[in-house]
């Protein structure tokens, strides 16, 4: 069974670095294709942050580009979300999610506040 | 970025009705659709992808179709389980792109 666990602080300043890490446990990490980030604020529908896909390409969301980098540890099965210069629009539950054509994985879900 | 447009963004349905999700794209994404079912506290679920494919696991009732602009996520038979929010996400391009979502309530 395959499951995936989001980490990180609940709670971030405006202007500093929001930074989750995903732990992935029941398949190799190395078996998948895709290791991506989506999130979702309060009241609104899902947003995708950027995706680090096999071969170490990384795609991000244009509106967020700047601001992010996704990175993956085969050797921890974990990839992590960084996110700089936040602010209270940042404000979101954050999921992480990894799969491959024909079979995906999301985890639960981190809340994340950003706030003084 | 491919704007995606669903609709409706909320409905309210009684259990054993058939329920239809429409998801249109800005242009052209072939099949490269999928569909998503999420509940609070719960993880997202993927149901269909490659726009008509059932996701392993997935009940039959659920079911996918369209290619080129225009997708339907066709629930069959609703379950009490299956009052929750749909998402349609295409991976054609980057970045990929949600739409909006649909909610589906109790009537």
């Known amino acids: 069974h395959v499951h995936l666990q989001e980490s990180g602080p609940g709670l971030v300043k405006p202007s500093g670095t929001l930074s989750l890490t995903c732990t992935v446990s029941?398949?190799?990490?190395?078996?998948?294709?895709?290791w991506c980030w989506v999130r979702q604020s309060p009241g609104k529908g899902l947003e995708w942050i950027g995706e680090f896909y096999r071969g170490g390409i990384t795609n991000y969301n244009p509106s967020l580009k700047s601001r992010v980098t996704i990175s993956v540890d085969l050797s921890k099965s974990q990839f992590s979300l960084d996110l700089y210069s936040v602010t209270a629009a940042d404000t979101a539950l954050y999921f992480c999610?990894?799969?491959?054509?024909?079979?995906?994985?999301w985890g639960q879900g981190t809340l994340v506040t950003v706030s003084s | 970025d491919i704007q995606m447009t669903q609709s409706p963004s909320a409905m309210s349905a009684s259990v054993g009705d058939r329920v239809t999700i429409t998801c249109r794209a800005g242009q052209d994404i072939s099949n490269s659709l999928v569909w998503f079912q999420v509940k609070p506290g719960k993880v997202p679920q993927r149901l269909i992808y490659a726009a008509s494919i059932l996701q392993s696991g997935v009940p039959s009732r659920f079911s996918g179709s369209g290619s080129g602009t225009e997708f339907t996520l066709t629930i069959a038979s609703l379950q009490p389980e299956d009052f929750a929010t749909y998402y349609c996400l295409q991976y054609k391009s980057y970045p990929r792109t949600f739409g909006q979502g649909t909610k589906v309530e109790v009537k």
């Open positions: 029941g398949v190799s990490i190395s078996s998948r294709n895709w």
């Open positions: 999610a990894t799969g491959t054509v024909t079979d995906e994985s």
